[in-house]
């Protein structure tokens, strides 16, 4: 069946901009999480849906970044005034319940000229 | 968050076992220990997890020490695709605990 997708799956732009990132999760799943991916590390988590409300966004770095999930399916993580320190891959992952394994996608890997 | 210490690096040869150590001595009592890889230019992927008792899969085997407070990876005949970064990673089942952690892990080389 049809695994994580995100879209785009590269994103450039330049410093200051505003930017999308686009997760469509495994049909059915209700949770939905955010994670952050920088070169030579592991994933950071950014935030976690159950359904359309955010359950934790304690990773969420400061008010620059917003996720959204309004139908509870379909997530997008929003990046204002973009910096250089936030190029990275954003990586999105479902779940069928709150404590199942994670699934996830291939990510979208963000460059902050 | 309960801290995993992993080496950084492990090689070994194809077809061969593996064993991919990870120490977590401040495990709590209803910590499970899951496991997730991460293959070249990929999203992880879930491998295999457990609480106190040995587990197996189609992937791998998980073997926990009696006081858990260690756990070993097992991958009992490596292939060139089982190249990738292995995280050993602490989770609660307890509500508000649905985040993983992950360390550094340990990037694994397979040699033909």
């Known amino acids: 069946g049809a695994g994580v997708s995100q879209t785009p799956s590269n994103k450039v732009t330049e410093k200051g901009k505003y930017v999308e990132l686009r997760c469509d999760p495994i049909?059915?799943?209700?949770?939905l999480y955010w994670y952050r991916q920088s070169l030579g590390q592991g994933p950071e988590f950014l935030i976690y849906?159950?359904?359309?409300?955010?359950?934790?966004d304690s990773g969420l770095p400061n008010d620059r970044f917003f996720a959204v999930r309004p139908e509870g399916s379909v997530s997008t993580l929003k990046i204002q005034r973009t910096e250089r320190g936030d190029s990275a891959v954003y990586l999105c992952?479902?779940?069928?319940?709150?404590?199942?394994?994670?699934?996830f996608g291939p990510g979208t890997r963000l460059t902050v000229l | 968050d309960a801290k995993t210490t992993q080496p950084n690096s492990m090689e070994s040869n194809e077809e061969e076992p593996v064993h991919l150590p990870c120490n977590h001595s401040?495990?709590?009592?209803?910590?499970?220990i899951h496991w997730y890889r991460q293959l070249p230019s990929q999203g992880p992927e879930y491998v295999i997890h457990?609480?106190?008792s040995n587990v197996n899969n189609r992937m791998a085997s998980l073997a926990i020490a009696e006081d858990r407070k260690s756990s070993t990876l097992i991958l009992h005949r490596a292939t060139l695709r089982d190249a990738a970064v292995y995280y050993c990673i602490l989770r609660s089942p307890l509500q508000g605990a649905q985040k993983l952690v992950f360390g550094q892990g340990t990037r694994l080389t397979i040699n033909p």
């Open positions: 457990g609480l106190t």
């Open positions: 849906f159950q359904g359309t409300g955010a359950a934790d």
């Open positions: 992952a479902s779940s069928p319940a709150f404590y199942n394994e994670q699934f």
């Open positions: 049909s059915g799943h209700t949770a």
């Open positions: 401040t495990i709590s009592g209803t910590d499970y």
